[in-house]
């Protein structure tokens, strides 16, 4: 019994060693709270001081976005191994992932993840535009933040939507070139060249390398003038008229914060992990050129009415009416007075462009889809064209060659039958092989000889095909009557 003590008792000292008790008189910030790892990252130093209502829920829509952002790496990584980008092969490759059970709920991960993300980005740029964070000396941390919205909706988020290569994703990448050459020189460099590669495998390399990466850099820029000017007081506290908070007022903690964000994080996205067991990722019809129209994304469906009206030009201009609307809030609203009762013209404004975004995103859904003025499914057929045309011929030998117009092919001479006129006998070169020959050296020598008919040019092959030869002498009461 006593040595049971005693290793009690020395568990015990050990224990308080590592984890100090609040009564121990030791700071929060000390190293014995992290341990070791403090003392290998100084990760005592991150646990500055946050105001107090960095606690709340509505403060951490942002942390919840960057969190999902890191998820959306991690899912979207293991997806590239399993994912084919070439124009030919993408929608057999999604196929075969849908086919696999753990493929298909990764999938399903990182589409419900990519719903999350930007879900969370509107409610946080609606926070920080209703609480007046964009204020002076908040200004440039805005517009980091309205950069970072453009880039992930606008760039990640409907670069996934062309990836799929389904009809959905042939109707966007139809959509992108028409709004590309709007843009003249500038859009033009984006489009194909000659011996360039195929556009959406462009489009990929995009939405893995060029998009993360620039996402990366403003998050860094985001991040560190956050840290530099710490949160915006409320609108509705004493210190609402103050660029900050007075630092002896500033009672919570980073650690505080970054614990809130992370519990709400694990229920948000752990919900959306069990809606993609019951709900997987959507795989449309693959693109055919001719099928029925199909309706934007969600986050894309405000545009409709007015793609509906004027066409797609449209969508560019009310996209740029949009984020010019949000760079230009800071210049509009320039006051430090950030009570909502002393905002009530650009609060009003901003309502009103709200409530627009929610109805034409509810009309967008509500109405069928139809064609537009500048792209219709023709136009998507001579997209997945020019798409298949960059492809490497290696990768996909034909399976049956056309032999209708090939002289050498025993399979030629129906074709050749019935290309010539009626009534006319047809001779194969394969039952006069020396004959074959001679008059294919004197082929032109005979000015009345009838032109043979020109086969219909091969769907296989852009290379002409040899045209057989009759000769007069070989039909004296045939060809000669026909010519006399």
Known sequence: MKNRHS?????????????????????????????????????????????????????????????????????????????????????????????????????????????????????????????????????????????????????????????????????????LKGLLRMLGPVGAIMMEWPGS?????????????????????????????IHIFNLAP???????????????????????????????SVAYYGFLALMAVFVRAPLGEAPSGHGDPVKPPWPFLWMYLFENIWGVGAVLYITMILFGFLALVPLLDRGQERRLGARKGILSLG?????????LTVYGWAVPAQEHEGHTHEEEGAVMGEEGDHH??????HEEEDHSHDPDSPEAAPSQMGSHSEGKPHVDDHDHPEEADHHDEEEGDHPHDPAPAKPAPSKMSDSPKKKPHVDDHDHPNGDKDHHD
């Open 351 to 359: 309502a009103l462009f709200g409530l627009s975004l929610i109805a």
């Open 234 to 264: 409320t609108p509705w506290g004493k210190w609402s008229n103050a660029p900050e908070v007075p630092p002896q007022e500033v009672k919570g903690r980073f650690s505080e914060h970054a614990r809130s964000i992370l519990l709400l």
């Open 392 to 397: 490497d011929e290696g990768d996909h030998p």
């Open 7 to 175: 290793l009690i008792s020395y568990s015990l000292i050990c224990w308080r060693k590592i984890i100090p008790s609040p009564a121990s008189g030791k700071s929060a910030t000390e190293p014995s709270r992290w341990g070791w790892l403090d003392t290998w990252l100084g990760l005592r130093h991150l646990d500055f001081p946050v105001p107090e209502h960095g606690r709340s829920a509505l403060y951490t829509f942002g942390g919840v976005a960057f969190i999902g952002f890191v998820l959306l790496v991690l899912t979207g990584f293991v997806l590239a191994q399993l994912y084919n980008p070439l124009p030919q092969q993408a929608y057999k490759s999604l196929e075969q992932i849908q086919r696999i059970n753990w493929a298909s709920y990764l999938r399903a991960l990182h589409y419900w993840f990519a719903q999350g993300v930007i879900f969370a980005l509107i409610l946080h740029t609606s926070r920080v535009f209703i609480t007046g964070a964009y204020k002076h000396p908040r200004q440039v941390t805005w517009w980091i933040g309205v950069a970072l919205l453009g880039v992930m909706l606008m760039g990640s988020y409907f670069s996934g939507t062309v990836l799929k290569w389904d009809q959905e994703g042939a109707d966007a990448l139809s959509h």
């Open 197 to 225: 590669s195929p556009m959406n495998l462009r489009i990929y390399v995009s939405h893995i390398a060029v998009y993360p990466v620039l996402i990366v850099l403003l998050l860094m820029g985001h991040f560190y003038l």
